[in-house]
Protein backbone atom coordinates (compact mmCIF):
# COMPACT_ATOMS: atom_id res chain seq x y z
CA UNK A 1 0.00 0.00 0.00
CA UNK A 2 1.37 3.56 -0.77
CA UNK A 3 1.99 5.82 1.77
CA UNK A 4 0.24 8.80 2.48
CA UNK A 5 2.77 12.12 2.66
CA UNK A 6 2.42 15.40 4.02
CA UNK A 7 4.65 18.47 4.15
CA UNK A 8 4.84 20.97 7.38
CA UNK A 9 3.60 24.33 7.27
CA UNK A 10 6.60 25.83 9.15
CA UNK A 11 9.98 24.22 7.55
CA UNK A 12 8.17 22.77 4.09
CA UNK A 13 9.45 18.98 4.97
CA UNK A 14 8.06 15.72 3.38
CA UNK A 15 7.44 13.12 5.11
CA UNK A 16 5.21 10.39 5.92
CA UNK A 17 1.77 11.99 7.85
CA UNK A 18 2.55 9.92 10.55
CA UNK A 19 5.37 11.69 11.58
CA UNK A 20 3.15 15.68 11.98
CA UNK A 21 1.03 16.73 14.29
CA UNK A 22 -2.26 17.66 12.62
CA UNK A 23 -4.24 20.24 13.14
CA UNK A 24 -7.52 20.71 12.13
CA UNK A 25 -10.36 22.86 10.86
CA UNK A 26 -14.01 21.31 11.42
CA UNK A 27 -15.99 22.40 8.21
CA UNK A 28 -19.37 21.62 9.93
CA UNK A 29 -18.51 23.88 13.22
CA UNK A 30 -15.58 26.17 11.74
CA UNK A 31 -13.45 25.03 15.04
CA UNK A 32 -10.08 24.10 14.99
CA UNK A 33 -9.19 20.74 16.91
CA UNK A 34 -6.04 19.16 17.41
CA UNK A 35 -5.48 15.18 16.01
CA UNK A 36 -8.59 14.19 14.69
CA UNK A 37 -12.27 15.31 12.56
CA UNK A 38 -13.24 15.75 9.05
CA UNK A 39 -11.76 19.24 7.41
CA UNK A 40 -9.34 21.20 6.38
CA UNK A 41 -6.25 19.73 7.77
CA UNK A 42 -2.55 20.93 8.46
CA UNK A 43 0.70 19.28 9.43
CA UNK A 44 3.73 20.51 11.76
CA UNK A 45 6.50 18.84 12.60
CA UNK A 46 6.82 17.97 16.83
CA UNK A 47 9.58 20.00 16.83
CA UNK A 48 10.65 23.26 18.77
CA UNK A 49 11.62 25.40 15.69
CA UNK A 50 8.89 24.52 13.68
CA UNK A 51 6.32 25.25 16.42
CA UNK A 52 7.91 28.44 17.09
CA UNK A 53 7.89 29.76 13.12
CA UNK A 54 4.03 28.61 12.93
CA UNK A 55 3.21 30.81 16.29
CA UNK A 56 5.39 33.47 15.36
CA UNK A 57 4.07 33.53 11.68
CA UNK A 58 0.45 32.29 11.82
CA UNK A 59 0.89 29.65 9.84
CA UNK A 60 -0.72 27.24 11.04
CA UNK A 61 -4.01 29.79 10.65
CA UNK A 62 -3.15 30.83 7.05
CA UNK A 63 -3.10 27.09 6.14
CA UNK A 64 -6.29 26.61 7.62
CA UNK A 65 -7.84 29.84 6.45
CA UNK A 66 -9.05 30.64 10.48
CA UNK A 67 -7.99 31.92 13.48
CA UNK A 68 -6.20 29.45 15.74
CA UNK A 69 -6.78 30.24 19.23
CA UNK A 70 -4.32 30.34 22.00
CA UNK A 71 -5.24 27.27 23.72
CA UNK A 72 -4.05 25.13 20.36
CA UNK A 73 -0.73 26.46 20.76
CA UNK A 74 -0.58 26.09 24.20
CA UNK A 75 -1.71 21.93 23.51
CA UNK A 76 1.43 21.58 21.07
CA UNK A 77 3.97 23.33 23.00
CA UNK A 78 2.77 21.30 26.21
CA UNK A 79 2.84 18.10 23.84
CA UNK A 80 6.36 18.99 22.70
CA UNK A 81 7.65 19.19 26.29
CA UNK A 82 6.28 15.70 27.37
Known amino acids: MKQNYRRCV ?4 LAPKEEFWRVVRIKQFDTIRLYEGEGRSAYICP ?7 ADKKNKLGRSLKAYVPTEIY ?3 W ?5
Request: hydrophobic letters at 25%; a positive charge; charged letters at 30%.
Open 74 to 76: QSL
Open 47 to 53: QVECLKI
Open 78 to 82: QRLEN
Open 10 to 13: SCKK
